[in-house]
């Protein structure tokens, strides 16, 4: 059993119980990770991690490398941090989300907040409130979803910048986006550092906190746009009008004279926005020629290299001293993929995150000049020689598109991979993808013996724009038949018997899944859909309520689903509630009651349809759990049924 309990570690995780060596169940998969968020001071002096025990209570806990002790420790179970860092060596700072229904909005929805964690004094203090007042008439206005974002800081860190919507009276309906300064220490009130539009969407500042620009975005006429800062006057530097937004306005230039900025709307590439004269130049160091994930910032939302994507991610640094350094890590880690999940402003201590065959999310201290220091796994009961190997193939779709494909294996069938039971599992998104990794529902089910196929079908991102673009207006068709030709390339080639392959996904892959047996009934022997768009017109209806029929993301789903040509019957077409009486194979539905991205609704629709044509068919619903099954109960709930189901119709 391989463990990476450092004397540094030992320490910092004192109170995990001893681990026993035996058979790894289904929970030890579905359970939530038990250290998760790893994070290093700005002067390399302490870490902090979120520590989730197994009734679902998490802490915040400080450990001092210096001392070789655990200095603090907060039960934020009520706040759920979903992530954490530090603002400086005394404070951290915690985002918390929470599901709300508030009787004045028709939908619910949830809510991020942030906190701030006084380490010397063991005290939290939540930043900003919906419904503080602020000075005057003015308050934080309640309805926003979105709080725990902090867009700049003080240069001590003791002072931060955040975004808010703020209303200038009760009956102020359209409130303002503006830039709220917070005492990090929670004294005193949240203060108007600049006031926004309704139209505004960011704000960019220097590394001491002073303000330099912010973006807008109008659905009303569709104008995209930066404006500069001039004394308490606003000048627009640059704008463009589309339905859809192309430019994602993303950080700072080193010297904070540009804003850099990505833009999909011909080939994907970086620019720069010069904040003097509104000229755009090519960001330097960038290569076109790969996919990227996105952009690596540091700690004032400079811009310091670009992260690729691919199967696994990769990285370039455009000081070359630093990304040799970086390359000199992934070099030790090959074949895995390796995330940069916290580092100091100097870059001196980086703490990685690794995952692949033979990691299952361990973390890693790197301090220059000193030799590496293995952290902790963050899922303690899965050991290295229980990960199930992964690899990578590539087959050919009928049009002769190339599908990148990841694989999990069946370790305790390693001897004779011929006509395994085999679940084909699509992602989410679909403008997303899978990376090689610890992935736990397909490790889950290798582990019962199944063959677990993941294609990054045509519409998916890492691959290049010209996959991406290719999945447009495809959702039910060329998508779809993306995974039937997955099936029959397994099946060929010996590896997957024909006469049990099962379709397992969420979101997205909740869609496939079902369109999987409704549009080739054939093909596969069950389907599970987690969390899954079956009736189109509804998700789109449900959206247009949400967000406002001026909304781009109407415009975008336009796009995704029929390639910008909208058509009632073509949603309908596709849609696999419609076509509910032509599944012959038991489907299981699993759905979060709280499900704010896809509505519940949407699966006890298909459950209805299936019911009433006499379908074989179970609907699950997963109570005071979201989108993204993120309480550990509901989704240990879920990961055994879904080995239950598969079980029971294709068997191991």
Not at 190 to 202: F, I, K, L, Y
Request: with cysteine; net charge neutral; charged share 25%.
């Amino acid at each position: 059993m391989k463990y990476y309990y450092s004397i540094l570690i030992l320490g910092l995780l004192s109170f995990i119980p001893s681990l026993a060596i035996g058979e790894v169940d289904l929970e030890a998969y579905g359970k939530l990770e038990q250290v998760s968020d790893v994070s290093i001071s700005p002067n390399g002096e302490l870490i902090s991690y979120r520590r989730t025990e197994s009734d679902d209570r998490d802490f915040i806990v400080v450990y001092s490398l210096k001392e070789k002790k655990m200095i603090a420790a907060v039960d934020v179970s009520e706040i759920d941090p979903r992530w954490q860092y530090f603002s400086n060596n005394d404070f951290l700072i915690l985002v918390g989300s929470k599901h709300v229904k508030w009787r004045d909005y028709k939908h619910d929805f949830d809510v991020s907040t942030a906190f701030s964690f006084d380490i010397k004094n063991k005290e939290v203090f939540q930043l900003i409130r919906l419904g503080e007042n602020i000075s005057g008439k003015r308050r934080v206005a309640e309805g926003q979803s979105g709080l725990g974002r902090v867009a700049g800081k003080s240069v001590n860190g003791k002072k931060l910048y955040m975004p808010a919507y703020v209303a200038e009276s009760d009956l102020d309906y359209a409130p303002n986006y503006s830039l709220l300064e917070i005492n990090i220490d929670g004294k005193g009130k949240p203060r108007v550092a600049t006031r926004g539009t309704d139209h505004t969407r960011d704000y960019f500042l220097d590394s001491e906190g002073n303000i330099l620009a912010r973006e807008n975005r109008n659905d009303r006429n569709n104008v995209h746009s930066v404006e500069l800062k001039e004394g308490r006057k606003w000048r627009t530097l640059y704008s463009y009008e589309a339905e859809i937004p192309t430019h994602s306005f993303i950080g700072l230039n080193s010297d904070f004279t540009a804003l850099v900025y990505s833009r999909n709307d011909d080939d994907e590439s970086f620019l720069q926005l010069s904040l003097k004269d509104g000229s755009v130049t090519p960001l330097e160091g960038f290569d076109a020629a790969k996919n990227t994930r996105g952009v690596i910032k540091d700690h004032h939302g400079v811009v310091v290299g670009v992260a690729y994507s691919g199967l696994i991610p990769d990285y370039h640094f455009f000081d070359r001293a630093l990304h040799k350094r970086v390359q000199g890590i992934l070099g030790k880690f090959e074949g895995h993929s390796v995330y940069l999940s916290n580092w100091t402003n100097d870059w001196k201590h980086i703490v990685v995150r690794v995952e692949g065959s033979l990691y299952a999310g361990d973390y890693f201290l790197f301090t220059e000049g000193q030799s590496l220091k293995s952290m902790v796994s963050s899922r303690l009961d899965i050991a290295s020689e229980d990960i199930n190997p992964i690899g990578k193939v590539t087959y050919k779709a009928r049009d002769g598109r190339a599908i990148p494909t990841i694989l999990t294996l069946p370790k305790a069938k390693m001897g004779k991979l011929k006509n395994l039971p085999t679940i084909i599992m699509p992602h989410g998104g679909p403008a997303a993808q899978d990376v090689i990794g610890f992935d736990y529902r397909a490790q889950a089910l290798a582990s019962r013996g199944y063959l677990v196929v993941q294609p990054q079908f045509r519409g998916s991102t890492g691959f290049g724009q010209e996959h991406y673009k290719a999945g447009w207006g495809q959702w039910g068709k060329a998508m779809q038949d993306d995974l039937t030709d997955g099936v029959n390339f397994f099946v060929k080639k010996g590896y997957a018997d024909p006469a049990r392959v099962c379709i397992v996904g969420a979101s997205y892959g909740g869609y496939a899944a079902l369109a999987g047996a409704a549009f080739t009934p054939d093909l596969y022997q069950c389907a599970v859909s987690i969390a899954g768009v079956s009736h189109l017109p509804k998700m789109l209806k449900a959206d247009k309520s949400r967000y406002g029929k001026k909304s781009w993301v109407l415009d975008y789903w336009n796009r995704s689903i029929l390639d910008g040509d909208y058509s009632k019957d073509i949603l309908k077409e596709v849609s696999p509630y419609y076509s509910a009486d032509k599944v012959k194979i038991p489907v299981l539905l699993i759905h979060g009651a709280d499900d704010t991205v896809v509505e519940y609704s949407q699966s006890k629709l298909m459950y209805k349809a299936m019911k009433k044509s006499g379908g074989n068919v179970k609907l699950i619903k997963l109570k005071n759990d979201d989108h993204y099954l993120q309480d550990s109960a509901t989704r240990i709930q879920a990961l055994k049924a879904l080995v239950g189901f598969v079980e029971a119709n294709i068997g191991s």
